[in-house]
Each structure stands twice: as structure tokens, then as C-alpha cells.
């Protein structure tokens, strides 16, 4: 199993304590998907963004194992294709505003994220320990009521006041048990994998 390895920065000294974020609007979950089909030309890449990440985490760099992080994105909040977030990421911002409505149809639809029935992505950490001079964490990540173990790089800044946490992993579509979006038989199509970019901002209880 490949490790979800942490890079720790520390601002304004260590801990004396484990201390409990809670996350902010600053929090952002972005999802990179790519085109495929040998009409590809006439499609786009897209990025998919979460206007909610709710969650904890409590953290403390004394004791890294005692971490623990719970996060909850409600899906019917993604945004497919806001401009401002493909211009973040160095895609053409030539969607129209009928293009981005038929993307979220399409992704919110049964066959993809259903989000009727499925109101939630959840995340929550399963292991944080220190190997060597690095951290090492992972956890479950549940999409479309389906659960897989995921890790990834990760870089953490916290101090009493404010965390912050920055990471990136790829996953598939059939890893959640569903397919990539396809028309035209497949003319047009995503391709198979899925970049999440994950931005964790917490604040203290004052």
C-alpha cells in the first residue's frame, strides 16, 4: 500500500496541546477530469468544485498519531466548470453557461454521482503514525456509497490559531462503481481517471 505522506511546516512554535479546527469556506475540494474519444478535439477538460467542505480535524504536532480529520462535501453544492477555477488550473475558459448547466446535469445525474441518492462525500482518516523523519496518514473516502482507502502527499502549516492542509490523489471512476461519462459512442468521453485536490483551511474555537 503506497503511504499518504506528510510534510509538516510549523508556524509560530509547537502545540502544547492537541488542538480541534473547525473548517472554514476557505476549504476547497476540486476534482480534475480529462478527455478521451477520437473526438476529443471537441471536448473539454473540465474541473469540478466544491463550494462546501465541512469537517474537523484535531492535530497535534507533538503527538501525530493522535490526529484525527472528518470531512463532508454535500454534492448537490459541486459547481462544474467555474471560470475563475479553470483559469486557477491553466484551462481555456470557453464553456458557455449551457455547456457548464449540461456538465453538472450530467455529473449529478443517476449515472454518475446520483446525487439524489447519494448527498455526501465523506472522507475520514484512518491512520496517522511518523516513519522515520516523515508522517505517514491515510483514509477512507466514500463517493456514490462506496468506500476506498486512499493516501496521499500532504502538507500541513498549523499553529494555536489556524490550519491549514494541501494535498492531491488520483482515483478512478470504478474504484466508486460507476463510468465515465460518454456520448456519441463513446466519440466523446472522460477518460478513467480522477484528480481530487484537496484544501483543508481550520480555525480554533476562540
Not at 10 to 33: K, M
Not at 54 to 80: E, F, I, S
Not at 130 to 157: A, C, Y
Amino acid at each position: 500500500m503506497r503511504a499518504w505522506l506528510v510534510t509538516v511546516l510549523f508556524s509560530g512554535g509547537a502545540l502544547a496541546a492537541p488542538t480541534t479546527y473547525t473548517l472554514t469556506p476557505e476549504s476547497t475540494l476540486d476534482a480534475r477530469i480529462y478527455k478521451a474519444g477520437v473526438a476529443s478535439r471537441m471536448a473539454h477538460d473540465h474541473v469540478i468544485r466544491a463550494s462546501e467542505v465541512r469537517g474537523q480535524v484535531t492535530y497535534d504536532p507533538a503527538a501525530p498519531h493522535t490526529m484525527a480529520l472528518q470531512v463532508t462535501v454535500p454534492t448537490a453544492t459541486l459547481q462544474a466548470d467555474p471560470a475563475r477555477v479553470r483559469h486557477q488550473y491553466g484551462l481555456p475558459a470557453d464553456i458557455g453557461d449551457d455547456d457548464r448547466k449540461a456538465v453538472e446535469k450530467n455529473m449529478k445525474g443517476r449515472y454518475q454521482l446520483d446525487v439524489a441518492k447519494y448527498p455526501e462525500i465523506t472522507f475520514k482518516l484512518t491512520l496517522a503514525a511518523r516513519v522515520g523523519g516523515k508522517f505517514i496518514v491515510e483514509g477512507d473516502l466514500s463517493i456514490r456509497g462506496q468506500t476506498k482507502r486512499v493516501n496521499l502527499p500532504v502538507e500541513i502549516t498549523a499553529d494555536g490559531q489556524r490550519f491549514v492542509g494541501t494535498g492531491e490523489v488520483r482515483v478512478h471512476h470504478r474504484d466508486f462503481g460507476f463510468e465515465p461519462y460518454s456520448a456519441a459512442l463513446g466519440a466523446v468521453r472522460n477518460q478513467e481517471k480522477i484528480d481530487l485536490i484537496l484544501k483543508l483551511v481550520g480555525q480554533a474555537a476562540p
